[in-house]
Structures are given as C-alpha cells and as structure tokens.
C-alpha cells in the first residue's frame, strides 16, 4: 500500500493481500459462533429468568425483542441482567410493567430512542422504568453499534 501511494505496483501479490484484507474483515464483523444472528428478521422472546439471562446477540439484522413473556414473579427477589449485545442492527426491545426496569445503554455510533426523546452517536445512557413497582430490578444492559435501538413499554 505505501509503494502504491508512492506511484510504484507491486503486481499481483498486492492484489491478493488487499483481497485477503476485506475477506478478513467481512468475517470479523460477521462472526463464526453459532449464537450469532447474522442478516435476518429476528424475534426473541425469552420465557425464563435462565433464558433472558443468558442474553442475545444480533449482527446486521432487525427485530424485536419482548421479554414481557418472561415468568416473572413480581416483586422480583433478586436483580435479574439482560445482556444485549446489537451490532449494525435496527431493534425494538419491549420491556414489561409490572416490574422495575433500568436500561444501561452503551451506544457506539447508534441511535437509542426511548420515551420519546433519540439519542445519537457516541453515548451512555442510564434510564428507569416502572420506579413505582416494588422489589429488584430488571437490568438490560444493551451494547450497540452502529444499530438503531428503540425501547418500549410493553403488556
């Protein structure tokens, strides 16, 4: 690349390099691991407690996410966490009413909208939902990049 940009060609090996170079990068942002949900319309309703706490992970896809089907007994008796790690998607994650809720949103170069207000770019966000609800909260630790995330209230 440097002789390049000096005006000289190195032949068919840099060809094979910079081919090898976006190969290589396609398949870094895509992945390998079987959890991985790669360029799709996705729904995930999780059931249980186990379920959401093992968390979700969407790459280059769209679609929601309802955990108002989770079996919760409120008042919840311990804080439950909901790992959400989004990359180049666009998500609605439907949180329920009977419980506390609290988002833990870090956003890289994203758009998180909730309650009506967008935020966009490089951002952390910490907001409540349901404070009014007795017991331990319902954690939702979102990791997005470069995707688009709504919250909404949901049941």
Same mark, same amino acid.
């Given at each position: ?21 976006? &190969? ?20 995930? &309703? ?24 989770? +079996? ?14 989004? &990359?180049?998607? +666009? ?25 009506? +207000? ?5 951002? &952390? ?31």
């Amino acid at each position: 690349l440097i002789l390049g940009l000096r005006g000289r060609t190195s032949g068919i090996l840099s060809f094979f390099a910079v081919a090898a170079l976006i &190969t290589g990068g396609i398949f870094n942002v895509v992945g390998n691991n079987g959890e991985r949900v790669r360029f799709q319309q996705v729904d995930w &309703t999780p059931t249980s407690i186990q379920q959401a706490s093992d968390g979700f992970d969407i790459t280059a896809g769209s679609g929601t996410v309802d955990l108002t089907d989770m +079996n919760l007994e409120a008042p919840l008796e311990s804080e439950v966490r909901v790992p959400l790690d989004i &990359t180049a998607s +666009n998500v609605t994650v439907v949180i329920p009413d009977e419980v506390p809720v609290d988002i833990r949103a870090d956003m890289t170069m994203g758009n998180l909208t909730e309650q009506g +207000n967008q935020r966009g770019g490089i951002t &952390t966000r910490e907001s409540s939902y349901n404070t009014d609800q007795p017991g331990s909260h319902l954690v939702i630790q979102i990791h997005g990049t470069v995707s688009n995330v709504t919250i909404q209230e949901g049941n």
